[in-house]
């Protein structure tokens, strides 16, 4: 059973920062590209942030040169660093992963940035 766990949302004041963690299992995790997603009141579910098997990474455009994605395979876990944070980061964070053609997604975390 694929379950994803994600864990370090709060709140935070603009220009903090935040470590989010997401746990996984049931999941062959190494192999895997795992994303966090946002979604904040009102809107739609967006990307943040991805890193493939191999290290390889990927931003959205508002999250580049602040937010850093990392996973460490031994603990089956992904990251991401969230630093200069600002009101309008403020969502519930969801960490996926794609397995057989379906998506997985955790229960998410909520960050709140405060001005």
């Known amino acids: 059973q694929v379950q994803l766990v994600e864990s370090g949302g709060g709140l935070v004041q603009a220009g903090g920062s935040l470590r989010l963690s997401c746990a996984t299992s049931?999941?062959?995790?190494?192999?895997?590209?795992m994303h966090w997603y946002r979604q904040a009141p009102g809107k739609q579910r967006e990307t943040v942030a991805s890193?493939?098997?191999?290290?390889?990474?990927d931003y959205a455009d508002s999250v580049k040169g602040r937010f850093i994605i990392s996973r460490d395979n031994a603990k089956n876990t992904v990251y991401l660093q969230m630093n200069s944070l600002k009101p309008e980061d403020t969502a519930v964070y969801y960490c996926?992963?794609?397995?057989?053609?379906?998506?997985?997604w955790g229960k998410g975390t909520l960050v709140t940035v405060s001005s």
């Open positions: 049931g999941i062959i995790f190494s192999s895997k590209t």
């Open positions: 996926m992963v794609t397995m057989m053609f379906a998506n997985y």
């Open positions: 890193i493939t098997s191999g290290g390889s990474t």
